[in-house]
């Protein structure tokens, strides 16, 4: 299928979900950890209609909870800890707000890969990994501010979550970049469910990521699924939470069969735990 009639399916797709998600509220709120790969809950000054908050190049979620406007940021793993600045436009005047963001440092883990070119990947390699970069930048950049989205995130499978995310990772005694999901592990074929609602906006098989997927739930809220044995949507899809998108498997870089779950936030990869109702 082309981008054009890509763009074509997820539009008609998006009036079903719209009538969805305006009946929807953001009660519940994700927990707030203001440090590098957290998320910071700010209040936002008074304002008949919606600020625009951006943080970096990236717009931010902005929900009305209790009756004032909240923006919701993700902090970038590689964020410097300290004074940060949001930019606002409030009633088309534009301001500046700063919040702070704390320091934390995560571990190091040494993996080994059998697979040398999952480590040094060759020329041609290296062109398949850009082209799937800005396949996974353009799922995870784009912002539908008519969706409204749940910010409790149901867990996607049945297994054990680790607490491997923002891991600094070693292959074969190579530093690589530090490690932005959460893995769960599970047997070959486990069921993968949706978190929430939403719509499913890329998918394939990637170099590193194996057989993923990648799901927007509006206003800058995505979440992705790496490693999988099987996917059972396509491009365009409506998901509701619970649906089974697909099966754990261990494609791509893995040393095993599991999960491999991201949440984005305006283009943030932060902690999934921060948004998961494990009850």
């Avoid at 305006?22 to 519940?28: K, M, P, R, V, Y």
């Avoid at 149901?154 to 959460?182: C, L, V, W, Y």
């Avoid at 074929?189 to 799901?215: C, K, M, Q, R, Y």
């Amino acid at each position: 299928m082309t981008p054009n009639n890509h763009c074509a399916l997820i539009g008609k797709s998006l009036v079903s979900l719209l009538l969805l998600a305006l009946s929807t509220t953001a009660d519940a709120l994700p927990k707030e950890n203001r440090v590098p790969g957290g998320i910071a809950l700010i209040e936002l000054p008074s304002s008949d209609s919606a600020p625009q908050v951006n943080f970096g190049n990236y717009r931010v979620t902005v929900i009305k909870h209790e009756q004032k406007w909240l923006a919701l940021v993700g902090i970038p793993l590689a964020t410097t800890p300290g004074t940060q600045q949001l930019k606002l436009t409030i009633n088309n005047q534009p301001s500046e707000l700063s919040f702070m963001v704390n320091d934390k440092q995560y571990r190091t883990e040494q993996l080994t890969i059998t697979n040398e070119r999952q480590v040094n990947p060759n020329e041609e390699d290296m062109k398949r990994i850009e082209a799937e970069s800005a396949r996974t930048e353009s799922a995870l950049s784009r912002y539908i501010d008519s969706l409204i989205p749940d910010l409790k995130l149901s867990m996607p499978i049945q297994g054990k979550p680790s607490d491997t995310f923002g891991f600094r990772r070693t292959f074969n005694g190579e530093a690589r970049s530090p490690h932005t999901g959460m893995d769960i592990a599970a047997p070959t074929g486990t069921p993968i469910h949706a978190p929430a609602d939403g719509i499913v906006t890329e998918a394939g098989n990637f170099f590193f990521n194996g057989n993923t997927l990648f799901i927007d739930h509006g206003s800058g809220l995505a979440t992705m699924y790496c490693h999988l044995s099987r996917t059972d949507v396509k491009v365009g899809q409506i998901v509701k939470r619970g649906e089974v998108i697909g099966l754990v498997g261990a494609t791509g870089r893995v040393t095993g069969p599991h999960l491999h779950f991201g949440v984005s936030l305006n283009r943030a990869m932060v902690d999934p735990s921060l948004f998961l109702d494990q009850k």
